[in-house]
T-cell receptor
Framework: DTGVSQDPRHKITKRGQNVTFRCDPI?????LYWYRQTLGQGPEFLTY????????KSRLLSDRFSAERPKGSFSTLEIQRTEQGDSAMYLC????????FGPGTRLTVT | AQTVTQSQPEMSVQEAETVTLSCTYD???????LFWYKQPPSRQMILVIR??????QNATENRFSVNFQKAAKSFSLKISDSQLGDTAMYFC????????????FGDGTTLTVKP
């Protein structure tokens, strides 16, 4: 297994557009996590899945954000009507106690 | 809610020397995990070391060791024989015993190892 992968690695979009990111976790991991990291800060928890069930969402996850993990494998994170404040690195991780992080998707909203 | 504080935004160390990164946390839980993650420049985050709160013995992984002081809620990372490849941002993180993967991170310490 090659680890956690994320696509795209970089995304530049204009304010108001919708974007979708994909995360492919390590295949045997049931739990999948999304974090957001802004420059100079540590990652902040957004949401997590146990198999296909989304079990918790942070208050950071406004109604413009939606995440899915339809078959308990890969996951998508969609941001609708992007705002400049959404510019950040979006990290995906899988695992249990020990988490394995993907390389992240860097979003720039212009 | 848990908080994690890293009071040293930046540190530097000479190659082959030892450096200690500080971390304090606050929680009301008795069962939890603590982690140190490394994020090299433009590369993904990797787990360096973890500590279970119920274990009194400090965790070690090769050149990396921790000093876990549960009563003081302190969790420092010691890197021995520093190498140029240790240059990275280091994050301290707290994981609840019920869902350790949902971690609370500090704001990180940028470590530079100088030749």
């Amino acid at each position: 297994d090659t680890g956690v992968s994320q696509d795209p690695r970089h995304k530049i979009t204009k304010r108001g557009q919708n974007v979708t990111f994909r995360c492919d976790p390590i295949s045997e991991h049931n739990r999948l996590y999304w974090y957001r990291q802004t420059l100079g800060q540590g990652p902040e928890f957004l949401t997590y899945f146990q198999n296909e069930a989304q079990l918790e969402k942070s208050r950071l996850l406004s109604d413009r954000f939606s995440a899915e993990r339809p078959k308990g494998s890969f996951s998508t994170l969609e941001i609708q009507r992007t705002e400049q404040g959404d510019s950040a690195m979006y990290l995906c991780a899988s695992g249990g106690v020990a988490q394995y992080f993907g390389p992240g998707t860097r979003l720039t909203v212009t | 809610a848990q908080t994690v504080t890293q009071s040293q935004p930046e540190m530097s160390v000479q190659e082959a020397e030892t450096v200690t990164l500080s971390c304090t946390y606050d929680t009301s839980e008795s069962n939890y995990y603590l982690f140190w993650y490394k994020q090299p420049p433009s590369r993904q985050m990797i787990l360096v070391i973890r500590q279970e709160a119920y274990k009194q013995q400090n965790a070690t992984e090769n050149r990396f060791s921790v000093n876990f002081q549960k009563a003081a809620k302190s969790f420092s990372l010691k890197i021995s024989d520093s190498q140029l490849g240790d240059t990275a941002m280091y994050f301290c993180a707290f994981g609840s015993g019920t869902n350790a993967g949902k971690s609370t991170f500090g704001d990180g310490t940028t470590l530079t190892v100088k030749p």
